[in-house]
């Protein structure tokens, strides 16, 4: 093997569509890895094609926006390459050099001051069921009162279990769930939960065991 070609999802619920995307991979002659939440990671299967004797490997970035997902590729295929000097890498028609910008940064040393954590699921049916639009609705309802991570930080997940209540959210450290979160209902749960401190009754699930 000289050359080879990569697929890459970039979103957080691609893993769901793994077998859908492997056919598409298997179709055109590719293989394929997830840039996050999926299995291969970018980096596990560049080594693999490398140590297969892949001296040119071509990455092909998937999904539409997404521009802070596409700046993570390069970033990681930059990282990669940097240890791998004698393979060449391609993004979307362009050497990858090395000189990328690194994995790492002052600006994500510290842990957030973050008075409450949410766990949007983005597991298979919470994300069949809206979950991508609760996660949006959220990120918008912030950013429209000026809440950033040092105030709320939203995090999607893997599946959180209580699926039949889709879409499932969590607020931590006050441990309340919420069942069939849907974008109309985000306006409230901000102002009354994440900015007043007052959970909801509409939509909370009781916790076995609490």
């Known amino acids: 093997m000289s050359r080879a070609v990569v697929l890459v999802p970039l979103g957080v619920d691609a893993a769901r569509h793994a077998e859908e995307l492997r056919d598409v991979a298997a179709a055109t002659g590719s293989s394929l890895a997830f840039l996050q939440a999926g299995t291969p990671s970018l980096a596990d299967e560049l080594d693999r094609l490398a140590a297969a004797g892949a001296r040119r490997i071509e990455l092909v970035g998937l999904g539409l926006g997404a521009p802070t997902a596409r700046s993570w590729l390069r970033r990681v295929a930059g990282d990669w390459r940097r240890a791998n000097d004698d393979v060449e890498l391609v993004l979307t028609g362009r050497a990858v050099t090395g000189g990328e910008a690194p994995l ?43 809440l950033g991570d040092d105030d709320v930080l939203v995090t999607q997940t893997g599946c959180l279990f209580p699926c039949n ?14 069942g069939g979160v849907r974008p109309g209902v985000v306006p409230d749960l901000v102002d009354e939960h994440l900015v007043g401190g007052r959970p909801l009754t509409e939509r909370r699930l009781p916790r076995a065991g609490a």
């Open 165 to 178: 209540q889709a879409p499932v959210l969590v607020v931590h450290p006050d441990d309340v769930w919420y």
């Open 104 to 146: 790492t940064s002052p600006a994500w040393e510290d842990v957030p001051g973050h008075a409450r954590q949410v766990l949007v699921c983005r597991g298979p049916r919470c994300s069949a069921r809206g979950s991508a639009a609760t996660a949006t609705a959220l990120d918008a309802e912030l950013r429209r009162r000026g």
